[in-house]
């Protein structure tokens, strides 16, 4: 596709549409700042809005439409597949700015939401009204709900509530060709026609740009209490979530650290954690105060009867906060063994997560990478992490072909290539091996009726003819 | 579009591509029994074809394709909405028979089904296995999971369970072409592209034939208690909902049932039902044993505090089963009283239940028609039913504008026109009046894209130029 690329005329006509001068960027020194994520790589915009409303959000996409320019949209950045990357230039959308509206309708259940609003802004909001929004991203005090959207993301609570997808009610979304439309409603009942927001919701910028979202919520729990349990062998870890769960529990979290993440972690910041162990796990339930009292004893002796060396419940608030501790170090324990991150969410059915970490430490050895593993165990999303130095050539190759063994692994154990961070650039390579040559065309069908010029985001989820992973240049 | 008839060509073709002359059916006596469904109207299908196997879906959709035949998927013929209704003639596949596959994987929370399979035996299997399949639409003894992932049907525990489409991880989809994909796969977490899984379920057979489900399982709630709420005035009990789901609980189940209801019921079966209360409230916690004693306390508290007439606890499952009598007996008491039922679904948002009801009232005087209401409290999804004599043209026509002013009051009350029992014929000439034209536009690029000729269940969700509805002829 041969875009237009954004010259004098082009910016002319944007700033006939954005009434604040500053909202459109085009110096160099401001487009750079938009020109990376969270993930690997860096390509720089021709030109940034910001945008305040839906109206200025559709006049500049009826623009781009019409000179066949991308438009990629962006919230905070903190991206981890390269969902706002402009890999071919064009229009970046910095929908950040575009925040006005955080409305609970406590009657209803329900937030309606502009896209620029920080998650945990709404996670404090629906706490306020006694209500809890489920859908819980690591990123969520930084990240927007807008990029929430597009990207589907996830999440430890996802075990217990789902995702980010299964709260979003209705949509308002500005289309490819730069029309207004509103899918979905307020009801979490809804079958008039086609799911266009579950279909929206995940698709990663490429169908058009979400401007506002209604969000369900549910009452809060009342009660929370949390446990950690620590293995010898990972395998046995394994039976014990499983075990948990088929005993009538269904925890708000399961979360679960390799060997490899405990001793990072450790050495980070020494806090007496067992580095002969195999795994920390930590169990968290919600609901009923009652109930949770009664399930968290469950857990707890289910964890000992397997074989756990040691288990300890927190109940209260501070005992709570000291067990995720350890969780929470993880992420700058292992950038602190070197600078480059690749960080997976490759995801596997529950069944197969101790021959996920058997085949990881495999591929950990086979490509001599420091690799890492640790994730939401409850629902099969781990995290294998590898650190590395991105001036070291050599390494990345090896790191290359260690992530490519690692997405293959997950799909020949049933699973999938992202649980939570999406395709992006990176993962679109590998995208017909686990969805075959006809199911990625059925996706494609999609994608050209929606966006026949291909204008929004492109360079993501679909892969070009030929196209390979690569982390040794961009 | 011109279709092509199903001639002896055709008949020989199939014939070729099913291993056993029976599951082919070609006489009127046989294919009049697939010429009606639980909605209104009937329409003759040329030929009838019972598959086994995927494969034989795939050969004869391919035949279809090739021939541009129109090819109407079909379980158990339950629909409310004139899903499996072949309006356009051409082949129907039953697919009842194909009910080989139900097996539960523990470990994985998963359950892989047939389309043929009754999900009343998928409730069964879980509850074997000490697991739940939430989605729990009224008709689930009889109805298949085919039919209800093709409506996303939904159910009483949809307010605090969600609906069919909450519960699908993965499809195998026969494909307009004829292809076999696979979408989704066995976690609960996958943004491995679009989203085609939620997409297709819902789509009342217009994408592609549906051959096989993964469906997530939860662990078995351990207890459960029901009260009945008796208001003298059906505002109040709006309140008492509002109040209980803003209290910290979210019920399983609440049921409403109107005067016009009460009043069916009991001249149809007396049993003490007050025919002067303007309405019965049905509430049905789960969860762990301890959370549910307190639950229901406190939800009765709730009702009495607000202002019900009288509230009972019940704890057995006797007991409870004395409670929910009066909501199961409504559909056979109403069409006692008329031959024709038109069974609505109208959603709207849960504050705007009493406005509903007040809205329904008038509609019911301005037209003269026999409606009564009951339904899915929590969720706002309502049934309008509408008791009428189809052979009474005038009673008919009359029927006609109170059934389009019930949608149009939905929508006005930022509501929708299906809750869960899909558009299908009757409900498409309404869908522009929700989605607008551009909304409208979207969903019909995704069905060209997919399906160009067509052939997959044509005269469904979309509205042909100037259709009305009509309820005096078909």
Same mark, same amino acid.
């Given at each position: ?22 909202? $459109?960027? #085009?110096?160099?020194?401001? =487009? @750079?700042?938009? %020109? ?6 860096? *390509? ?97 005090? $930084?990240? #927007?709900?807008?990029?929430? =959207? @597009?990207?589907? %993301? ?6 217990? *509530? ?60 009342l009660g929370t209490a949390t446990l950690m349990a620590i293995f ?17 529990i269904l925890p708000a979290k399961m979360e679960i650290m390799d ?11 020494? %806090? ?203």
């Amino acid at each position: 596709m041969a875009y237009r690329r954004v010259d004098i005329e082009i910016i002319r006509q944007i700033r006939s549409k954005i009434a604040d001068d500053k909202r $459109v960027m #085009t110096e160099k020194q401001d =487009l @750079a700042g938009y %020109s990376y994520d969270g993930s690997f790589g860096s *390509y720089m915009p021709e030109v940034v809005v910001q945008p305040k409303s839906t109206e200025e959000v559709a006049a500049i996409v009826k623009l781009a439409y019409e000179n066949t320019i991308p438009i990629i949209p962006r919230g905070q950045s903190t991206s981890l597949s390269g969902g706002p990357l402009p890999v071919e230039g064009g229009i970046v959308l910095d929908l950040s700015k575009m925040d006005q509206k955080l409305e609970v309708i406590v009657d209803d259940l329900i937030v309606v939401v502009s896209p620029g609003v920080l998650t945990g802004n709404i996670h404090a909001a629906a706490e306020r009204a006694g209500l809890m929004y489920p859908p819980d991203p690591s990123s969520s005090a $930084v990240s #927007t709900i807008g990029g929430n =959207l @597009a990207e589907n %993301s996830g999440g430890p609570r996802g075990l217990k *509530y789902g995702v980010t997808k299964d709260y979003v009610l209705g949509l308002e979304l500005v289309t490819p060709q730069g029309e207004i439309i509103r899918t979905g409603g307020r009801t979490v009942k809804n079958v008039t026609g086609y799911d266009l927001t579950k279909l929206i919701v995940g698709s990663e910028g490429t169908l058009g740009i979400i401007t506002e979202a209604t969000l369900q919520l549910i009452p809060k729990p009342l009660g929370t209490a949390t446990l950690m349990a620590i293995f010898d062998d990972i395998v046995t870890s394994g039976e014990a979530i499983s075990k948990v769960l088929t005993s009538g529990i269904l925890p708000a979290k399961m979360e679960i650290m390799d060997q490899a993440c405990i001793q990072a972690v450790e050495s980070y910041k020494p %806090s007496g954690l067992p580095v002969d162990a195999e795994a920390i796990i930590l169990i968290e339930v919600d609901g009923h105060p009652r109930a949770v009292e009664e399930e968290i004893k469950e857990a707890a002796q289910i964890c000992e009867t397997i074989g756990a060396r040691s288990v300890r419940i927190a109940s209260t608030q501070a005992e709570r906060e000291s067990l995720w501790k350890a969780r929470k170090m993880v992420s700058p324990a292992i950038t602190r063994v070197k600078p480059t991150k690749i960080s997976e969410d490759a995801t596997v059915p529950r069944s197969q997560i101790p021959e996920m970490f058997a085949r990881l430490k495999k591929i950990r050895e086979k490509y001599k990478v420091n690799l890492v593993v640790f994730g939401h165990a409850g629902d099969g999303n781990l995290h294998p992490n590898i650190v590395a130095d991105k001036r070291d050539k050599e390494e990345m190759k090896r790191v290359e072909k260690a992530v490519a063994e690692i997405f293959e692994t997950a799909i020949e154990l049933g699973g999938t290539l992202s649980g939570e961070h999406g395709i992006g650039n990176m993962k679109a390579p590998f995208m017909e091996m686990e969805l075959g040559a006809a199911g990625l065309d059925m996706m494609r069908r999609i994608k050209e009726s929606w966006d026949p010029k291909n204008i929004m985001n492109p360079g993501k989820i679909f892969p070009e003819p030929g196209q390979k992973l690569n982390l040794t240049e961009g």
